[in-house]
Each structure stands twice: as C-alpha cells, then as structure tokens.
C-alpha cells in the first residue's frame, strides 16, 4: 500500500490544494456564446517556448510582457478551444491542452484552473512530464471553464495501482 501511495504522490495525483484546483488534462471550455481573449501571465521555465493558438502566435514565454492581451474571436457555449505549447528549446515539440493523447508522449500537458468568469491555464514544458510544475508558460483565458477531463493515462494508472493494492490486501 505505501508503494502505491508513493506512485500515486509521484503522480501528482493526491495534491489536493484547498480551493480551485488546477485540473490536468481538462479542455478550456466556451461558457458563453461571445468574445474569448488570452493574457499572458509569465512563465518561470528555462526553456523557450510559444503558445499558438490555431495558426495564431499568441505569446513567447520569455518574450512577452505579461498582461499581453490577445483577443481570439467569437465563440458558442461549450466550443473547445485547444491551446498548444511548442518548445522552442526542445525540438519544437508541440503539446496540446486537453487529455493529452495527441501529444508526443501521450501525456496531458497542461493545467487548468477555474476562476469566477475564465480559466488559468499553465504548461508543462518538459517531454514526459518534467517536474509537473505546470508554470512553464501560463496565461489566462476569459469567458471559459475547464472541462471534467475524460480518464487519462495517470487516472487508468492509479486505478491499476488500487487494484493492485486491493489484491496484495487480500493476501
Ligand atoms: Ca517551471
Ligand atoms: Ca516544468
């Protein structure tokens, strides 16, 4: 059982902060029918990166002014938007928010956090997950929520590791 716990903390899976929770892994969400931009709000990463949304350079991580703001149009309740981190200092991999599954390691790269009217959402920089500090290029999204991610690689992981645990139990 302590083996499992270990994994489960190593996954970042069991850090419970108080009040709003970034979510790994959820999409940002449309709320409302209208208007959606992004703010930058820094980053404290030693590699260079981007953040593009479709084909639109938003923001270089150690470029831009924080509190840069891009307006990206009109949207319908409930439309995903995806948001992509490409690393500059790594190849130009590219990772994008939501559950991971299109990204080069398979693993969700991004945090999303729910506010009173938007979202804070912060990248992981590093291939495999890195150090999960989810601060390596951070801004703000308005008139969205974070989705309920649907299960991921860590979620399905931490279900084989219970299981596990249940049977050594029964021993
Ligand atoms: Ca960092
Ligand atoms: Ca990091």
């Given at each position: 059982m302590k083996r499992v716990l270990t994994a489960a903390l190593a996954l970042g899976l069991?850090?419970?902060?108080?009040a709003a929770v970034p979510i790994v892994g959820a999409d940002v969400v449309v709320a409302s029918d209208g208007a959606v931009s992004a703010i930058f709000d820094g980053s404290d990463a030693g590699y260079d990166s981007e953040i593009w949304f479709g084909a639109t350079l938003?923001?270089?991580?150690?470029l831009t002014s924080t509190g840069a703001t891009v307006a990206l149009g009109s949207f319908n309740t409930g439309d995903v938007l995806t948001f992509v981190l490409k690393v500059l200092s790594d190849g130009g991999r590219t990772y994008a928010t939501?559950?991971?599954?299109?990204n080069p390691d398979g693993l969700a790269h991004a945090a999303v956090e729910a506010f009173d009217g938007y979202t804070k959402v912060g990248f992981e920089d590093?291939?495999?997950?890195?150090?999960?500090?989810?601060?390596d290029a951070m801004f703000t999204v308005t008139n969205t929520v974070p989705s309920v991610p649907l299960p991921a690689a860590g979620v399905l992981m931490l279900a084989g590791l219970g299981a596990l645990g249940a049977m050594k139990r029964k021993r």
């Open positions: 069991l850090a419970a902060p108080a938003l923001f270089q991580n150690h939501g559950n991971g599954a299109g590093i291939y495999g997950g890195g150090d999960h500090d989810y601060n």
